[in-house]
């Protein structure tokens, strides 16, 4: 691409994750401009989209007018924030797909597509390779903390047995929200309750996260063990700007994740986020050789990364030979185990 | 590839790096088999690589006729463990290039090659796409420890103002002559005057780490100060099973690295190897949104963690595009300063 003319974008979906990035876009980025912006949302019809983002004026108005936007403005790039389930969201990128346009979601289940609907995936795969364009789901978590970077510290091991990767979470400076998501001062019934209903759902990565290092690594998952999420009961008092939590009810949520291989344990995640986790940090250990422990302190920020991730992967999505990929296919950087040429593409 | 089929390589170069590699490959690897051995030692023609490598026998034997095995051969990848100055290096691989074979080494100046010899980069990389094959040079320092795990930790930055990387390695459980080169035993005097002299080197690849890492980020750098190799002085006595060091003697050697870029310091690098280093670690610390540390323990070991990236990115380097790539290429994930549109590729 000529560097005298920016990257050209169309924002697709303006609720507070969308927000999120179109606010640091507009604010913090050079050479990578709005040309479009699309939500369902009636009362958003018309507006201007950096009034939206709480900025002063782009000059580029928010329709619920997909294919007319894609069909004038031929961008080079559509940033999609909707939803998260799979079979909702791939249709919804057709007309991005069919202008010729690339794909980059926030989207946790477009992480690794295939481990959701094999079928859908390949149908969307071919699409996109029909019509030249790349689509990449990508994100914090999943996508980087729990996955990625294990994949890219594993590629400096001769060898690589286990992976057990913990991610340890202080909620206390975290928003509301956030601490009520986690159960923050719910009595242990209330919680199971509140689990039970689906009132309380977790994290809503830890498997995709999960598939990604196997498919990294070239391991075959025999079968995933899931738990939570469960309460983390304080044991003395504990409070932070939203809840003030008694010894003895919810301080947050712990779930995990377990990866067998052929019998054995090959990847543990483990995930917590709780008031007044300390230290919080994330965590890769990785078994072999050599056996090595990164920590990250402190625990990385879900909501800045996903922004992260989302933009800084922009030119690397425009770049990518066409198709639906994953982070394994942008970054192909990880141990490889068993038969190597298991890793070499079709073609090459 | 066909998974039916191995990966075909060809070694060139049978010195200590070498012969680590070949061992690696020949007792823990499938599906990567190598077809022909390469080095001009006369006393190693005609033996079997296997039995070089103190291994069993593999039925490749050792020759100092490059041109004949690639002719003969046609292999996937050459792994060319050979020598570290790029203007000696880059002629070695047109026998490979020129029969279609890709290239991966371990080369120190091939990590980021434009910086030692642009033209003669330029050159190459036009030799290796007119050819169809990719040439890749990477390990673990340059090319993973100080440099890419702080651009893959990047990504999920929004921002990032400066870089610090610490290597602090103890060099007890080192080999022997490896405590020799960091100058472990000896009076302060003799160390200056064996850096003076060229006996004593330090780790050479600090400036190459900082180009890749400014070249991740897209910043232009306008200045990198070097220091060192300095010694560090014992200030009480430490051993090892090699070395005993008084207090007022050398235990090792400290080198930084410092790269500026409008008139600010962005990037630090500061590599130090000494007897009883406690704790010992690699850290990148990434300073913007969020600001986070990352430390590896205990320091990762260079010499398995050169063969393990000379063994793992095979087949990254087989399915990459043609040209002389630099690891960025190959992991095009990083926070991405200034104008994002100068890191879409021209013709995307």
Redo the contacts between chains.
Sequence with gaps: ???D???RAVHVGLGPMGLRVVK?ILA?????RYVGAVDVAPELEGKDLGEVARLGPCGVRVTGDAARVFEETRP?IAIYTTVSPLKQFLPQTEVAIRNGCNVISTCEELAFPRFIDAGLTAKYDELCRKHGVTMLGTG?NPG??MD??AS????????VQRVLITRRMDATPRRQPFQKKIGAGMDVEAYRKATASGAITGHVGLEISMNLIADALGWTLDEVRVSGPDPVVAESPVSSEHFSVAAGQVKGTIQQAVGIVAGEEKIRLDFAAYLGAEPSYDEVALFG??E???????C??GD??T???A??????V??ACPGLLT?ND???????S???????????
């Design positions: 691409m000529n560097v003319r920016d990257i640091h913090e980025r050079q050479g990578l080079d914090i980087f903390l990625l970077r890219v510290l594993s590629a400096a091991c001769t060898d050789t050599p090595i422990r990164a920590r990250v302190t402190p990385w920020h800045y990364g922004v992260a991730m933009v800084n992967l922009i030119p690397a425009i770049n982070i942008i970054v192909p950087v990880s141990f490889k068993g038969n190597m040429a298991r890793f070499v593409s079709q073609g090459s």
